[in-house]
């Protein structure tokens, strides 16, 4: 007979017990795959797809790319250790990611936010200092002023003049050095590689590096889509990096892995590095899983990421086809569009993307391709916008009557699609 505390405990069992599968779990997640591989927003949905991964053929059909037993297999067969003490199978993805890169030492982290963060308090010892970056970099504008916070660090965004990537011309000036109480001397320029899904030359890389170097000054580069200009350049990821003294490499941008960052750079630094991702709340536990993910990814993904970047090109085609304009190119994975050429606006293109019968996703002006996008998607893309230049033809609109472009010193290319209230 049980007793009134087991039948509590069995009470408070049943209170705690959660399943976060709904009834149609199954079908769900299968029209999840078909709406991302029509989703323009962003590369690190793919992620999602480990268990019903899809690779998408010229037709536009779906099939096997990182299907259940395959990639789930793999993955659950990596090592069973604590990462924050010590997991094999994380262990050996960090030292194959810093062995390509021509690193000593990798360090997996959860997000490519915290590895930058990391990084750039790993590298600064001692306030005052300053970070230079590019005036569009993650780093400066989408990493909730992390460097102010985690580091006590002043940013100095840089404008490129080119409008396409920084130079050293553009960075001396901006150097800040001596000892001048009044000022925060310049520790590290980061740099980002691509920006925007564009490729800052490597020779620029070099130059700045070198000229850098000289000067005592430490380089950071924040490689969350590198894969991308390896893929584009064929230069090695060996070359991209040494002009770096730390890189971060993101596993879930364009690459597809549910989650992960890898952080390379000299054993010191790493050895640090661990020590503020343990600070910073990142330290996990059962990582395996997730390294196994991650090197499925690096051995089937990156050689889809050429292809990748065909769909960019044939998306920015069309679009030039029809008169659209283009407010950053394709070089890689994505580019940024300007419907108003047409008489088109943005929030119009979301609505009635939404409104397909096979629905497109979209949130503005970027228009970003991944390992499942569907060319068919692309394809459904231009048509909906030949058909709304073509109705705005119709009702009277003529490209004289597009608003004048306001001459700007910073051009941001991210315009959220917005209806007028």
Same mark, same amino acid.
């Given at each position: 007979?049980?007793? !009134?505390?087991?039948?509590?405990?069995?009470?408070?069992?049943?209170?705690?017990?959660?399943?976060?599968? +709904?009834?149609?779990?199954?079908?769900?997640?299968?029209?999840?795959?078909?709406?991302?591989?029509?989703?323009?927003?962003?590369?690190?949905?793919?992620?999602?797809?480990?268990?019903?991964?899809?690779?998408?053929?010229?037709?536009?059909?779906? +099939?096997?790319?990182?299907?259940?037993?395959?990639?789930?297999?793999?993955?659950?067969?990596?090592?069973?250790?604590?990462?924050?003490?010590?997991?094999?199978?994380?262990?050996?993805?960090?030292?194959?990611?810093?062995?390509?890169?021509?690193?000593?030492?990798?360090?997996?982290?959860?997000?490519?936010?915290?590895?930058?963060?990391?990084?750039?308090?790993?590298?600064?010892?001692?306030?005052?200092?300053?970070?230079?970056?590019?005036?569009?970099?993650?780093?400066?504008?989408?990493?909730?002023?992390?460097?102010?916070?985690?580091?006590?660090?002043?940013?100095?965004?840089?404008?490129?003049?080119?409008?396409?990537?920084?130079?050293?011309?553009?960075?001396?000036?901006?150097?800040?050095?001596?000892?001048?109480?009044?000022?925060?001397?310049?520790?590290?320029?980061?740099?980002?590689?691509?920006?925007?899904? @564009?490729?800052?030359?490597?020779?620029?890389?070099?130059?700045?590096?070198?000229?850098?170097?000289?000067?005592?000054?430490?380089?950071?580069?924040?490689?969350?889509?590198?894969?991308?200009?390896?893929?584009?350049?064929?230069?090695?990821?060996?070359?991209?990096?040494?002009?770096?003294?730390?890189?971060?490499?993101?596993? +879930?941008?364009?690459?597809?892995?549910?989650? %992960?960052?890898?952080?390379?750079?000299?054993?010191?630094?790493?050895?640090?590095?661990?020590?503020?991702?343990?600070?910073?709340?990142?330290?996990?536990?059962? @990582?395996?899983?997730?390294?196994?993910?991650?090197?499925?990814?690096?051995?089937?993904?990156?050689?889809?990421?050429?292809?990748?970047?065909?769909?960019?090109?044939?998306?920015?085609?069309?679009?030039?086809?029809? %008169?659209? %304009?283009?407010?950053?190119?394709?070089?890689?994975?994505?580019?940024?569009?300007?419907?108003?050429?047409?008489?088109?606006?943005?929030?119009?293109?979301?609505?009635?993307?939404?409104? !397909?019968?096979?629905?497109?996703? !979209?949130?503005? +002006?970027?228009?970003?391709?991944?390992?499942?996008?569907?060319?068919?998607?692309?394809?459904?893309? !231009?048509?909906?916008?030949?058909?709304?230049?073509?109705?705005?033809?119709?009702?009277?609109?003529?490209?004289?009557?597009?608003?004048?472009?306001?001459? @700007?010193?910073?051009?941001?290319?991210?315009?959220?699609?917005?209806?007028?209230?």
């Amino acid at each position: 007979m049980s007793s !009134l505390t087991d039948i509590r405990f069995a009470e408070l069992a049943q209170e705690i017990a959660c399943d976060v599968h +709904s009834e149609t779990q199954d079908d769900d997640n299968i029209l999840k795959v078909q709406e991302i591989s029509r989703t323009f927003v962003s590369d690190t949905i793919t992620g999602i797809l480990s268990r019903y991964g899809a690779r998408i053929h010229a037709n536009g059909k779906l +099939s096997s790319l990182v299907p259940t037993k395959e990639m789930n297999a793999y993955a659950l067969g990596a090592s069973l250790g604590d990462d924050v003490y010590f997991e094999p199978s994380t262990a050996f993805l960090e030292t194959h990611v810093a062995k390509i890169t021509g690193k000593e030492a990798g360090l997996f982290l959860p997000t490519g936010t915290m590895s930058n963060q990391v990084a750039i308090r790993t590298h600064l010892q001692q306030p005052p200092y300053s970070v230079i970056t590019d005036a569009r970099a993650h780093i400066y504008r989408m990493e909730a002023g992390g460097a102010a916070f985690h580091s006590g660090a002043n940013s100095i965004p840089i404008i490129p003049a080119n409008e396409h990537h920084l130079t050293w011309e553009d960075i001396e000036p901006r150097i800040v050095s001596g000892t001048d109480v009044h000022v925060a001397p310049t520790r590290i320029i980061a740099l980002e590689n691509t920006l925007n899904g @564009t490729i800052i030359p490597q020779d620029d890389v070099i130059e700045i590096s070198k000229n850098a170097r000289s000067r005592g000054i430490i380089m950071h580069l924040d490689g969350a889509r590198i894969w991308h200009v390896a893929a584009e350049t064929r230069l090695s990821m060996k070359e991209l990096c040494d002009p770096f003294e730390s890189v971060s490499l993101c596993l +879930s941008k364009g690459l597809g892995a549910p989650i %992960g960052t890898i952080l390379v750079g000299s054993k010191p630094f790493i050895t640090k590095a661990r020590w503020f991702r343990k600070l910073f709340g990142g330290g996990m536990r059962q @990582t395996g899983y997730m390294a196994g993910c991650a090197a499925y990814a690096l051995t089937y993904n990156f050689p889809m990421l050429p292809h990748v970047h065909a769909l960019a090109k044939r998306m920015q085609q069309g679009l030039e086809e029809l %008169g659209v %304009g283009i407010l950053s190119p394709a070089e890689t994975c994505m580019l940024f569009y300007d419907p108003s050429p047409i008489g088109v606006e943005y929030w119009e293109v979301v609505e009635r993307a939404a409104q !397909l019968p096979d629905p497109i996703k !979209l949130n503005g +002006s970027r228009l970003l391709m991944h390992v499942q996008t569907s060319p068919q998607a692309i394809e459904d893309f !231009l048509e909906l916008l030949r058909a709304l230049k073509e109705e705005k033809a119709a009702a009277g609109w003529r490209p004289e009557n597009a608003p004048p472009k306001k001459k @700007t010193l910073f051009r941001d290319v991210y315009v959220k699609a917005v209806r007028p209230a």
